[in-house]
Each structure stands twice: as structure tokens, then as C-alpha cells.
């Protein structure tokens, strides 16, 4: 009986509420504002669609036509000479001569980078062309000419031995004119193969990582102002302390 009394005293609440409520908002207008803004969604017209329309395409002149289609040659195919043949046997275009410059720039490593004739550098893995003057690779396109602004290990003649003059000099201290006139130079992966020069090893990025140690980045100007004459030689004085298992950026700190 309790709780049917409560339902009751409940529902007569909430209907007092209700009629306060409707009160309240006839005296504010908000009825009519209801009404009229219900009208006006009833009353708008469906969203159309919007259409693209295609730009039209005009035809200047008559149209081109294949020379083959008109049973004409496609092109016309010239005699080449036995001399211009064999010279042009293994040859390109360098990328310098493609863009009409008289020569190849200055610079260590070269200034036009070449995908064909270009050699790439163990260390800044750039495979660009030389700025010697005497080289034929990269000064006529002779594919069949070796790169003189590139080394060439005497002992493994692969990849890991072929550096260009700057990296040579700023990370392991050589002239390219020196190492040119050795004929038994090696690259530090021989070296250090061979066991000829202790703590003597590649600091390029891929062969620091595959030691386990953190690749140093541009260190020559922290090497040159401990008193070194390269990066090889700052990290073969790192190497022979008793922390030389630590990573670069451990030691320098």
C-alpha cells in the first residue's frame, strides 16, 4: 500500500513539473519559435548532388600521326663508322657534359653525381664524379677506364677498399697522390685482417655498427683538436685504453 502511495505522490510530482515547465515556456515564446523553426526544416528542398563537369578538350592543328601507321620508316638509320663504332664501345654521357658545363667543379669528392659511371665510396657511400683532371671515367664516359679520384685495395679489390680523396684524408690521414704510388697499399679492413697495424680500423658507420660501436659522426674537428691527423687516428688512441669497449659518444663524454 506503501509503495503505490509513493508512485502516486511521484506521478502527481512529475505532472506539476511538466505543467510549470509548459508554463514557463509560453511566457518566453519559445512555442512559437519551435513551431516556425519546424516549419523551416519541413519546408527546405532536398540537397542535390553537385556535378563535375569535364573540362572540354580542343584539338589544335591535325592530329600527329605515326610514321609507321603511313608505312614510313620510323627513323632513319645512318651508317656508323668503324672508328666511331669502337669508340663508342662502353662509353656514356658524364653528368656534367649532360648539363652542358665546360668541367666537373672543384672539390674533394666531386660535384655531379652519376649513377653509371659514378663509383661509390666505402665511407660517404656517394657515387659521384671525380674532380681529377686526368681521369677518363669521368672526364670522356669511358666505362672501361678505372676512377683515379677513387683508391683500390691491392689485396681484397672489393668495395670496402675504394675511397674517394676527401674521406681518405679526413678520416684515415692519406694523400691520394701517396697511395697512388704505392703498389701494395691496403684498405684498414686488410689491415686489420692481416693484423699489420694493431687498432687500426674502418670508422665508417656500417663497419662501426657491425663492431657494436656507435658510428662517430662528423669527429674530425674533435680529432684535430686533440692533436690527431684523423678519425682512424683518434679512435686507434680510444681502442688501446682499458675502456675501449664503450661506445664513441661514452668516451667523448
Same mark, same amino acid.
Given at each position: ?10 506521478? &502527481?510530482?512529475?505532472?506539476?513539473? !511538466? &505543467? ?18 519546424l ?24 592530329? =600527329?600521326? &605515326? ?20 669508340a663508342?664501345?662502353?662509353k ?5 657534359r ?23 665510396? /666505402? ?11 686526368d ?26 677498399? !675504394? ?11 692519406? +694523400?691520394?697522390?701517396?697511395v697512388?704510388?704505392?703498389? +701494395?697499399?691496403?684498405?684498414? /679492413? ?23 660501436? &656507435? ?17 682512424? /687516428? ?14 664513441? /659518444?661514452? =668516451? =667523448?663524454?
Amino acid at each position: 500500500m506503501g509503495k503505490q502511495q509513493g508512485e502516486c505522490e511521484y506521478e &502527481s510530482l512529475r505532472k506539476t513539473r !511538466i &505543467s510549470e515547465n509548459k508554463t514557463r515556456m509560453a511566457s518566453l515564446g519559445l512555442d512559437r519559435h519551435a513551431d516556425a523553426f519546424l516549419s523551416l526544416i519541413s519546408s527546405k528542398s532536398p540537397i542535390k548532388k553537385s556535378t563535375i563537369r569535364k573540362a572540354e578538350v580542343k584539338v589544335l592543328g591535325a592530329p =600527329r600521326r &605515326s610514321n609507321r601507321l603511313k608505312g614510313k620508316p620510323a627513323y632513319v638509320e645512318r651508317p656508323m663508322s668503324d672508328s666511331s663504332r669502337k669508340a663508342s664501345i662502353g662509353k656514356t654521357i658524364p653528368a656534367w657534359r649532360k648539363l652542358g658545363l665546360e668541367s666537373r667543379g672543384g672539390g674533394a669528392r666531386g660535384s655531379f653525381y652519376d649513377q653509371v659511371l659514378g663509383i661509390c665510396c /666505402h665511407f660517404c657511400r656517394q657515387k659521384k664524379l671525380c674532380a681529377e683532371e686526368d681521369c677518363k671515367r669521368c672526364n670522356t664516359g669511358d666505362m672501361n677506364e678505372p676512377c683515379t679520384g677513387k683508391t683500390e685495395c691491392t689485396a681484397c679489390y672489393s668495395s670496402n677498399g !675504394i675511397l674517394c680523396r676527401a674521406c681518405l684524408k679526413i678520416r684515415y690521414g692519406e +694523400d691520394l697522390e701517396v697511395v697512388r704510388k704505392m703498389k +701494395d697499399w691496403m684498405c684498414p /679492413h686488410c689491415i686489420e685482417e692481416k693484423g699489420i697495424r694493431p687498432y687500426w680500423i674502418c670508422n665508417s658507420s656500417l663497419c662501426l655498427r657491425r663492431k657494436k660501436m &656507435s658510428p662517430t659522426g662528423i669527429a674530425i674537428y674533435h680529432a684535430r683538436e686533440e692533436g690527431f691527423e684523423s678519425v682512424a /687516428h683518434l679512435l686507434m688512441d680510444q681502442l688501446k685504453k682499458p675502456k675501449h669497449r664503450l661506445s664513441w /659518444h661514452e =668516451r =667523448r663524454a
